[in-house]
Structure formats: structure tokens, C-alpha cells
């Protein structure tokens, strides 16, 4: 039965994205008219959208290069890509518990030897991210509150039940959310935190067991308390890349429907996506990522058919993106046999 709850949770977790996919696509008012209007998009503008994703992968893989040589590991920046898009497509693809976080610390720790390094970078290296994305989720949703006021919720009647999200609750959760990340990165790089952790740990019956392995990891967490240099790079190139899948959001709403969204309105959007494509509820978010276009393009005045198509399209350009990461896996998987 062990063996087989995993399988279960899989399972699940396909059956509840492609529940919400037909539960939202059941509701659209004509969804006929939206194939015709995918089928009608200008293409320029969708490839643009690919490649821009695909940017976005790179500058990921150029941020996590620049906080490993904060402690001093050298390691090629084609290995991290490789390592980056791999994570990327088990992130996609594979419903297991493997994310793509732990597959990089994985492989870069299988390459460099240093285990609690490697989970250092991929930490700060996501506490950095989600922090970037929602600094700049408050700052839009603010913005557009204080210059323009409260949009009229564009959804029918059919799919009021989407107007459960306000912008005035995003700019509010936003903020809440970026200041607790950045609490948390604080006491991170915090040594009380440590020496904190090491007295609840020595107390606990497996405290012992567990101690060593978080004196290593924060060792290595520590190596960017003074790294100032880096965490300000790491934390512009975060906001780079904020701005960059932005445009991929943009660019696909304006392929579909030319003039339909402006670039704040996507700066509210994007990173609530992407803080909630980090819950692992179903494969790459599919379901839950197009639930959350839908509403939040309500949210911002734009109809939630839009929304769900962006959302369905961003998936299909996602998934494409990745599959570069299962050429290099299996490459990896056939290396060791050579």
C-alpha cells in the first residue's frame, strides 16, 4: 500500500488539473469562438512569446551562475542551463514529488561534491525570485489602483464565480507575501536564526541526526550574508526576468485580441501566477494556471475568455520550452553507460 500512495497522489493530481481545465472551459460562453480566435492570432507575436519564455530560462540559469560564484563555485554556465531546463521539464512533466528545485540541487551537487552548498543557492536562488515577483505584483496593482481606481470586474454571469479576486486584495496579499519573503530571507542570512535552530534541534529525540546537516546548510546560507554584490545582481536580474515573462503574457494577449491589455495590468497578473504555479497541486500548474488567468484577468477588467486562453496558450509555450530539459536528461541518463 506504501508503494502505491505515491501513484495515488499522482494520479490526483492529473485528475484535479484536468478537472478545473473542464470545470472553467464547461462554463465559457462559446468556447468555438475561441479556437477560431487561437487559429486567428498573429503568429509573429506568438513566436515572439516563445522566444522570450525561452529568455527567461536563460537569464534564470545566468542568476543562479552569478550566486554560486558568490561562494566561490565555478561551475560553466552551460552546465546550469542544462541543469535549469532539466528542472524546468520535470517541473512540466513529471507529477511526482521531484520538483525541478530539488532535481537542480541534484545534479549540481552530484557535479561539485557540495551538497549543502548546491541546496544553499537553490534557495536563495528562489526566496530571491518569488521576492522580485511580488515587489513588483504590490507596486502594479498599487499603481493602477492610485491612477485609475477600481476596474469594473469584466465576467459574465456564467463566470461570476471568478470575481472572487479583487484587486485591492492583490495589492494588499502582494505586499504581505514579498514583506514575509523578505522577512524570511532576512532570517535566513540571520546567525540568531542559527544558533536558534541548533538549540530547538538539540532537543528534539532525532535533533542529533538532523543537526550536522543544517549546520552545513546554514554554513553555506551564510556565505551570502556579506555577498552584497551578489544578492543586488541576483535581485535585478530576478527583476529582469519578471519584466521578460511579462512580455510573454503581452504578447500573447495582444496576438489573440490586439489592444486588450496594457503592460501594468500584466505586471499584476504574472507573478501571482507564478507564486501559485510553485503550489504543487497538479502537473505544471495545468488547471490551477488557467483558473488564475481567467480570475485575475476579471480582476483587472478584462474577460476571463481571454484569460483562459492566455493561460491555455502559456501552458502550450511552457511545455515546449521545457522539452529541451528531457534531450539533456536522457542525455545525462545515457552518459554514465558510454
Do not use: C
Amino acid at each position: 500500500m506504501t508503494s502505491a500512495r505515491p501513484h495515488i497522489l499522482n494520479l490526483l493530481k492529473i485528475v484535479i488539473g484536468l478537472g478545473l481545465l473542464y470545470f472553467l472551459y464547461s462554463r465559457l460562453e462559446d468556447p468555438a469562438s475561441l479556437w477560431q480566435q487561437t487559429l486567428n492570432a498573429n503568429r509573429w507575436m506568438l513566436l515572439l512569446a516563445l522566444l522570450s519564455h525561452a529568455l527567461a530560462v536563460a537569464l534564470s540559469a545566468s542568476k543562479w551562475w552569478l550566486l554560486l560564484r558568490a561562494q566561490r563555485i565555478r561551475v560553466p554556465l552551460s552546465r546550469l542551463l542544462a541543469f535549469q531546463w532539466m528542472g524546468i521539464f520535470f517541473d512540466n512533466f513529471v507529477p511526482a514529488q521531484v520538483g525541478g528545485d530539488v532535481l537542480r540541487g541534484y545534479n549540481l551537487a552530484k557535479d561539485t561534491h557540495r551538497t549543502a552548498d548546491a541546496a544553499a543557492s537553490v534557495l536563495i536562488d528562489r526566496f530571491t525570485g518569488l521576492t522580485a515577483f511580488m515587489i513588483a505584483a504590490a507596486l502594479s496593482s498599487t499603481t493602477i489602483l492610485l491612477t485609475g481606481g477600481l476596474p469594473t470586474p469584466a465576467s459574465s454571469q456564467e463566470l461570476a464565480f471568478l470575481r472572487f479576486i479583487d484587486l485591492r486584495l492583490v495589492a494588499l496579499g502582494s505586499s504581505a507575501v514579498a514583506l514575509a519573503l523578505l522577512t524570511a530571507l532576512a532570517l535566513l542570512l540571520s546567525r540568531r536564526t542559527k544558533v536558534l535552530v541548533e538549540r530547538i534541534l538539540s532537543r528534539l529525540p532525532l535533533g542529533n541526526r538532523v543537526l550536522p546537516v543544517w549546520q552545513k546548510l546554514a554554513a553555506a546560507i551564510n556565505a551570502y550574508r556579506h555577498a552584497y554584490p551578489a544578492m543586488v545582481v541576483a535581485g535585478l536580474v530576478s527583476l529582469l526576468i519578471v519584466v521578460v515573462t511579462s512580455i510573454t503574457i503581452w504578447l500573447l494577449a495582444n496576438a489573440l485580441l490586439p489592444g486588450s491589455i496594457n503592460f501594468v495590468q500584466v505586471l499584476v497578473i504574472n507573478p501571482i501566477i507564478a507564486f501559485l504555479s510553485v503550489i504543487p497541486l497538479s502537473p505544471g500548474g495545468l488547471g490551477v494556471r488557467q483558473v488564475a488567468f481567467a480570475a485575475l484577468f476579471v480582476s483587472v477588467g478584462v474577460g476571463a475568455e481571454l484569460g483562459f486562453l492566455v493561460g491555455l496558450l502559456q501552458q502550450v509555450i511552457t511545455y515546449l520550452v521545457s522539452l529541451p530539459g528531457l534531450v539533456l536528461w536522457v542525455r545525462g541518463q545515457r552518459k554514465p553507460k558510454e
